[in-house]
């Protein structure tokens, strides 16, 4: 039989939901006990979150009933004196079928986070990964044009959301349901439903991750998402401006309050090259991009400059990565892609 030292490297493979740190590292694993009739280990739940919890005691059960020797296993949950305990209706979820939910947030609006979203949702499928983009601003949504798609939505028998697929991303959005003209007057009560059944009344299906487009600032839609689903990290957009900076530290904050930590940041409009003499023009200042993400100790994923073909191609519903993968502008997208791959796997 295996000593308590094999068992709990073994349970470094049992990620905590949501996370990508294990529950070991989370300091979870109470008393690991070797007896004649198998093994018994004893759990600290560092939350009220009661599916969460669940669901690590059934993975606990599984990971040490694959090693070899062992007649059977016991898992026992107990809960901490010290947890804090969640308000009514924030236990995160679990989305069926979605390993990863990668939040892309901004403290403003203009920052161009959701072409940030949408590239970076394309430049995973390039590398391999199943996705889905949803886009969670119920009054101003732009994913639907910026895919480039007027396909109505449909649901199933049992009335669950078919999402419409292109590039060979499945998206959802506000957008597919109200035509351009129309204004979306609703109060925080019907934006909050609408959210929720974009994220688990949707046939997902099987993802290896889920962007989601979260809408600029940090009010009741952003605070839902955040405490209703778990959300393996966000994604910070902003511009290089101070202006813009200091509202990227708020969705940093936002991120910090409800315990989902920050991978990194995006600088967007960061520079411009003149086409007519190949020279750089910091239009919104430099480095504010390095100096915030070194301030709220999160890497800086990339640099997007200021590029019209990605504007054009974003307008003809053809995001940079999908029309010219190859251009620099892509390029970048898919190093900040990468990095972004490698902390969630």
């Known amino acids: 039989m295996p000593t308590p030292n094999e ?24 008393d690991i006990e070797i007896a004649y009739k198998g093994v018994t280990v004893t759990l600290s739940a560092p939350s009220a979150n009661a599916e969460a919890a ?7 059960r599984r990971t040490v009933a694959a090693m070899p020797g062992i007649p059977a296993v016991d898992v026992h949950m107990e809960q901490a004196a010290n947890a804090p305990k969640m308000a009514p209706g924030s236990h995160r979820r679990l989305v069926p079928g979605v390993r990863h939910v990668l939040a892309v947030a901004s403290g403003k609006g ?24 949803m886009d969670a601003d119920v009054y101003g949504p732009s994913v639907a044009m910026m895919v480039g798609s007027d396909q109505r939505v ?3 028998p049992e009335r669950r959301i078919i999402p419409l697929e292109r ?25 909050t439903k609408l959210e929720t059944e974009f994220l688990f009344n949707v046939e997902w299906g099987e993802l290896d991750c889920l962007v989601l487009d979260l809408p600029p600032g940090t009010g ?27 509202d990227a530290r708020k969705a940093a904050t936002m991120f910090e309050k409800v315990n989902v930590p920050v991978l990194g940041l995006v600088e967007n409009m960061s520079y411009f090259v003149s086409p007519s003499d190949n020279k750089r023009y910091d ?10 993400a070194k301030r709220l100790r999160v890497p ?10 990605t504007r054009e191609a974003s307008d003809r519903g053809q995001p940079i990565v999908a029309e010219d993968p190859q251009s620099p502008v892509a390029q970048t997208f898919m190093k900040i892609t990468e990095r972004i791959r490698q902390t969630l796997a």
């Open 7 to 30: 068992i709990l490297v073994e349970l470094k493979k049992v990620k905590y939901p949501g996370f990508t740190r294990d529950i070991v590292s989370f300091g979870m694993v109470k």
């Open 54 to 60: 669940a669901q690590i005691v059934e993975d606990v």
């Open 110 to 133: 203009g920052v161009g986070k959701s072409t940030v979203a949408v590239n970076l949702a394309l430049a995973m499928r390039a590398a391999g990964w199943r996705i889905g983009l």
């Open 154 to 156: 449909e649901l199933t």
């Open 167 to 191: 590039f060979g991303i499945r998206y959802i959005s506000m957008a597919l349901f109200v035509n351009d003209e129309t204004a979306v007057i609703w109060r925080g009560p019907m934006v």
């Open 220 to 246: 009741d839609a952003q605070l839902t998402i955040t405490q209703r689903v778990a959300l393996a990290g966000g994604i910070i957009v902003t511009t290089p401006q101070e202006v813009a900076l200091i």
């Open 283 to 292: 239009i919104f200042g430099s480095g504010g991009g390095e100096r915030e």
């Open 300 to 309: 800086l994923l990339g640099q997007i400059p200021i590029d019209i073909a």
